[in-house]
């Protein structure tokens, strides 16, 4: 079975540290995703990697950034956390490029920003 | 662009009731379309997925869903809902080579 994992199911943080969320998948999928989840608003893409030390900017960028220094891992990067990045953080991933191929999501990481 | 609109937020059906959740879709390209289901304090579960094979495409746990192509609509049912089906569920449309968009998700409720 494929398995994505995320650091932490949840997290609580102070305005202004920098916040890292890991990602790792087990099964040699080329491209991740990081979506931010918000009630009412469903899933937003805030950046994704489709190759090793590549990313792209997604829907909602500003004040994330991401590296992808192995294959397998993804982080997210939250600079100077704000109390308007509190949210559910959902990451994905899926074999090759192709929008047909379903993507395998993480169980999310909570986080709280205080 | 690609847009998908699901019609209700909150959708509340009685247990062995039809479940009916709407997923209407935007798309310049022959779409990839997408079901997925997430319980309380889960990740996201693929239900099903339409990839331009059959239009009525059947998925787990006794799901289904119709891609109407006139319609530009791909709604979601279930012919007896069961109070496991209590969940979020998300519509989302792909095409090529781009990331999935996904709608803002219904609550499906079942009511003993």
């Known amino acids: 079975d494929v398995k994505v994992t995320q650091s932490s199911r949840y997290l609580v943080k102070r305005t202004g540290e920098k916040v890292f969320l890991e990602c790792v998948q087990d099964?040699?999928?080329?491209?991740m995703f990081w979506y931010r989840q918000d009630p009412g608003l469903g899933l937003r893409l805030i950046y994704f990697?489709?190759?090793?030390?590549?990313?792209e900017k997604g829907d909602i960028p500003e004040g994330y950034s991401v590296s992808r220094e192995k294959k397998e891992r993804f982080s997210l990067i939250l600079e100077s956390a704000s109390t308007n990045q509190t949210s559910m953080y959902l990451c994905?991933?899926?074999?090759?490029?192709?929008?047909?191929?379903?993507?395998?999501f993480g169980p999310g990481t909570r986080l709280t920003v205080l | 662009a690609q847009s998908v609109t699901q019609l209700g937020s909150h959708v509340s059906v009685s247990e062995g009731a039809l479940v009916l959740l709407r997923c209407n879709y935007s798309?310049?390209?022959?779409?990839?379309l997408f079901w997925y289901v997430q319980y309380p304090n889960q990740g996201l579960q693929l239900l099903l997925k339409?990839?331009?094979?059959?239009?009525l495409v059947k998925g787990i746990n006794g799901f289904e869903a119709e891609f109407k192509k006139s319609e530009t609509s791909f709604h979601l049912t279930k012919p007896s809902a069961h109070m496991s089906d209590a969940a979020e569920y998300f519509c989302?449309?792909?095409?090529?080579?781009?990331?999935?968009?996904f709608g803002k998700g219904t609550r499906l409720s079942v009511i003993a």
């Open positions: 994905a991933s899926t074999p090759i490029a192709g929008g047909h191929n379903e993507q395998f």
């Open positions: 099964m040699d999928h080329e491209n």
């Open positions: 990697s489709y190759d090793v030390k590549m990313k």
């Open positions: 798309s310049s390209v022959p779409p990839y």
């Open positions: 339409y990839t331009s094979a059959a239009t």
């Open positions: 989302a449309v792909s095409s090529g080579n781009t990331p999935l968009v």
